[in-house]
Nanobody
Framework: QVQLVESGGDLVQAGGSLGLSCAAS???????MHWYRQAPGKQREFVAQ???????NYADSVKGRFTISRDNAKNTVHLQMNTLKPEDTAVYYC?????????WGQGTQVTVSS
């Protein structure tokens, strides 16, 4: 299965912006890509999805603030996060779905201070 490595997590103040990247070990051309997050003591939740054709879908809590994009030539997926809130604090995970199954990255920590 594809190996995914997230990067870009950091400590940021509320109202700030942060960009996350997910690098895949092979072509993501045929993969539906997602970002999920898990806050302390909570279940992992869906954040954003981008289809193979570039169609996007977002959780209501991030709609209008987060943008998911993909660069198939570089095998990467990005999550641009703007107007961050303390409730966005979580470990963010990249996820790939293909005909071969589901793969997850190890996660990257995003902390938003108030």
């Amino acid at each position: 299965q594809v190996q995914l490595v997230e990067s870009g997590g950091d400590l940021v103040q509320a109202g700030g912006s942060l960009g996350l990247s997910c690098a895949a070990s092979e072509s993501i051309f045929s993969m539906i890509m997602h970002w999920y997050r898990q806050a302390p003591g909570k279940q992992r939740e869906f954040v954003a999805q981008i289809s193979t054709r570039g169609s996007t879908n977002y959780a209501d809590s991030v709609k209008g603030r987060f943008t998911i994009s993909r660069d198939n030539a570089k095998n990467t997926v990005h999550l641009q996060m703007n107007t961050l809130k303390p409730e966005d604090t979580a470990v963010y995970y990249c996820n790939a779905v293909s005909s071969r199954g589901v793969s997850w990255g190890q996660g990257t920590q995003v902390t938003v201070s108030s």
